[in-house]
């Protein structure tokens, strides 16, 4: 089975710091992603990166960045974290080996992130 | 702004009955589509997915496709109570980069026992 684990599944921050959230992948997947998921508004894509070193903005990129330095790993990053970015982050991943199968996202458990 | 739309809902139905959940998307080029299933604190997990007009099954789900209408359905037959969660509609068109799947915001099922 596609195994995606996210560093947290509940964090708390204040409103000015910087917060990492990390996601890992073990099943040699190309392709990861980023979502923050509120209520009432679904998945809203952030970042999303198909090779190593390679990074795509998506909807909502502004206030994060990201890191993929090594194929498993996909990082997000809040350099200044606000409240406005309480939410929960869901990290995914997908093989590229097809273009349908590039599709099917497998998920992580979620990060509840709590900005004060 | 492409868009995937879905009745909030709730959606409440009796144990064996059929559930029927539906999904519109707004961009003519997407290509694949997906049924997503969420419980409550959990994180989505993929139950169906679909990429030819037409109706597919698996077990007690049918996942049903229409281009021309824009339209996705999903099934659920002989209803059960662990079946009780949201349910996302996902369409992936491609675009610059790659493939990008749009979510719609969900709809939330319960089946009463």
């Known amino acids: 089975d596609v195994k995606v684990t996210q560093s947290s599944r509940y964090l708390v921050k204040r409103t000015g710091e910087k917060v990492f959230l990390e996601c890992v992948q073990d099943m040699d997947h190309e392709n990861m992603f980023w979502y923050r998921q509120d209520p009432g508004l679904g998945l809203r894509l952030i970042y999303f990166?198909?090779?190593?070193?390679?990074?795509e903005k998506g909807d909502i990129p502004e206030g994060y960045s990201v890191s993929r330095e090594k194929k498993e790993r996909f990082s997000l990053i809040l350099e200044s974290a606000s409240t406005n970015q309480t939410s929960m982050y869901l990290c995914?991943?997908?093989?590229?080996?097809?273009?349908?199968?590039?599709?099917?996202?497998?998920f992580g458990p979620g990060t509840r992130l709590t900005v004060l | 702004q492409k868009e995937v739309e879905q009745n909030s809902g709730p959606l409440s139905v009796p144990e064996g009955a059929i559930a029927s959940l539906n999904c519109t998307y707004s961009d003519r080029g997407s290509q694949s589509f997906f049924w997503y299933r969420q419980y409550s604190g959990k994180s989505p997990e993929l139950i169906m997915s679909i990429y030819s007009n037409g109706d597919k099954e698996d077990g007690r789900f049918t996942a049903q496709l229409n281009k021309a209408s824009q339209y996705v359905s999903l099934l659920i037959r002989d209803s059960q109570p662990s079946d009780s969660a949201t349910y996302l509609c996902?369409?992936?068109?491609?675009?610059?980069?790659?493939?990008?799947?749009?979510f719609g915001a969900g709809t939330r099922l319960f089946v009463k026992a």
């Open positions: 990166s198909y090779d190593v070193k390679m990074k």
């Open positions: 996902a369409a992936s068109t491609e675009g610059t980069g790659g493939f990008k799947t749009i």
């Open positions: 995914a991943s997908s093989p590229s080996d097809t273009p349908s199968s590039y599709n099917e996202q497998f």
